[in-house]
C-alpha cells in the first residue's frame, strides 16, 4: 500500500488527487495537511460537486500539522499549496524521506533551492516539477521536428498566452486566488510559468533576458497582468530572438507558438487542438490534429511518468535543476520589468 501526502487540496492538487485514485485504485492511501480548507470538492471541469466532501469521498485522513503528517511515513508527498510555501514544504518532505512531486513552480524566488536539490540528490529521492505541457503531443512533435532540423537554422520563435483571470477558478473570487496575490506567487509570469519551461526544452536556456509590462488593467490584483519578454537564445552557434506574450486578459483564450526557420516554419495552436509544419524545401505541408484529446490527459500522463520515475524505470523529465532554470527564466523578466534592465543569466 502507498501513502500519498497532498499538501494542499485546492483546485491543482484535487486533480492530481483524482488522477492519483484513478491510477492507483484502492492501492493508496492519501494523506492531506490542510490550512485554509475552504476550496470545496471540484471535478475535471472545475465545478463544484454539491453535497460532497473530499474528505468523504476519499477517505483521506487530515492533519493541520506537517510534521504529524509526515510523522505518517507516506511515500510520496505532492507539494500543491501555494508557490511561496513549496520549497520549504519540499524540504521538510526530503529530509523525511520523501519523494517530490511539486506543482510549478518549484518556488518564488531563488532561496533555499541549492540546498533542496543537495538534499533530494544526497538522499537518492525522485523530484519531479509538474510541468503538464511536456506530455502535451504537439510540443513533443514540435521537440521532434526541431532535433531533425526539419525547418533548418531557427530565425525566430513566438510565444504567446493569454487567458482572463477572472475565469481561472469560477468557483472562487479571483482577487484571493494564488495567481492575483504577489505574496503567494502570483502574477501573469509565475502563475503562467508553463511557457518559460517549454522555452526552455525547445530551445535551451537564453543568454539574456529583457521584459516590459507591468499591471496595465483595471484587475484588482496587486501584481503583473501583463508581460512581454525578448529571450537571447543560440541555435548552432547562432543567435535568434524568442518572443513570449503573457497576460491575464484575452477572452477566449489564446495559446500559440510559432517557429521560423530559414528552410519552413512551425504553428501549434493549443486550442485550436492542431501543429502544422510547412517546409519551404519541398512545398509541402504537414498537419497533426489532436482533436481527441482530453486536457486532462496531460495530467494523467505526467503522473504516471512520475510513479515511472520512483521504480527506477525513467528519469524525471523535468528534475529540480531544470524546474530552477525554468524559474531563474521567469524571475529574470520580473526583475527586468522592475529595474528596466536586461537580465543576463548564468
Not at 12 to 22: A, E, F, M, S, V
Not at 116 to 129: D, Q, W
Not at 163 to 179: A, K, Q, T, V
Amino acid at each position: 500500500m502507498m501513502k500519498a501526502l497532498f499538501v494542499g487540496l485546492g483546485s491543482i492538487g484535487q486533480r492530481h488527487l483524482r488522477n492519483l485514485k484513478k491510477i492507483l485504485g484502492d492501492s493508496v492511501e492519501i494523506l492531506a495537511y490542510r490550512v485554509l480548507r475552504e476550496v470545496p470538492m471540484l471535478n475535471d471541469q472545475l465545478q463544484v460537486v454539491e453535497g460532497r466532501s473530499i474528505k468523504d469521498q476519499y477517505d483521506i485522513l487530515e492533519f493541520d500539522d506537517l510534521n504529524k503528517a509526515l510523522a505518517e511515513k507516506p511515500d510520496i508527498v505532492f507539494v500543491t499549496n501555494p508557490g511561496s510555501l513549496h520549497i520549504e514544504v519540499a524540504r521538510k518532505a526530503a529530509e523525511a524521506g520523501c519523494h517530490l512531486f511539486i506543482e510549478k513552480p518549484l518556488g518564488t524566488d531563488e532561496e533555499g533551492v541549492d540546498e533542496l536539490i543537495e538534499l533530494v540528490e544526497r538522499k537518492r529521492l525522485v523530484a519531479l516539477v509538474a510541468y503538464q505541457l511536456r506530455f502535451h503531443p504537439g510540443l513533443q512533435q514540435i521537440y521532434a521536428w526541431l532535433k531533425e532540423e526539419r525547418i533548418g537554422q531557427l530565425i525566430f520563435a513566438n510565444l504567446i498566452l493569454g487567458e482572463y483571470l477572472p475565469g481561472f477558478h469560477p468557483y472562487e473570487d479571483y482577487r484571493i486566488g494564488c495567481s492575483a496575490v504577489k505574496g503567494l506567487g502570483g502574477g501573469v509570469i509565475l502563475s503562467q510559468i508553463h511557457e518559460f519551461d517549454y522555452a526552455l526544452w525547445l530551445f535551451g536556456k537564453p543568454r539574456r533576458i529583457f521584459t516590459v509590462g507591468g499591471k496595465l488593467s483595471n484587475l484588482e490584483i496587486d501584481t503583473e497582468d501583463t508581460a512581454s519578454t525578448l529571450m537571447e537564445c543560440q541555435c548552432n552557434g547562432k543567435t535568434f530572438p524568442v518572443s513570449l506574450t503573457l497576460d491575464f486578459l484575452r477572452s477566449p483564450p489564446h495559446r500559440t507558438c510559432t517557429i521560423v526557420g530559414d528552410q519552413g516554419n512551425i504553428v501549434w495552436d493549443y486550442h485550436g487542438k492542431s501543429v502544422v509544419l510547412h517546409s519551404r524545401v519541398t512545398g509541402k505541408t504537414e498537419t497533426q490534429s489532436f482533436k481527441n484529446l482530453e486536457r486532462n490527459q496531460l495530467f494523467l500522463d505526467e503522473l504516471k511518468h512520475f510513479l515511472s520515475a520512483i521504480k527506477g524505470e525513467v528519469p524525471p523529465v523535468v528534475d529540480l535543476r531544470l524546474g530552477y532554470e525554468s524559474l531563474q527564466m521567469a524571475l529574470a523578466a520580473r526583475a527586468s520589468i522592475e529595474t528596466g534592465e536586461i537580465q543576463v543569466l548564468k
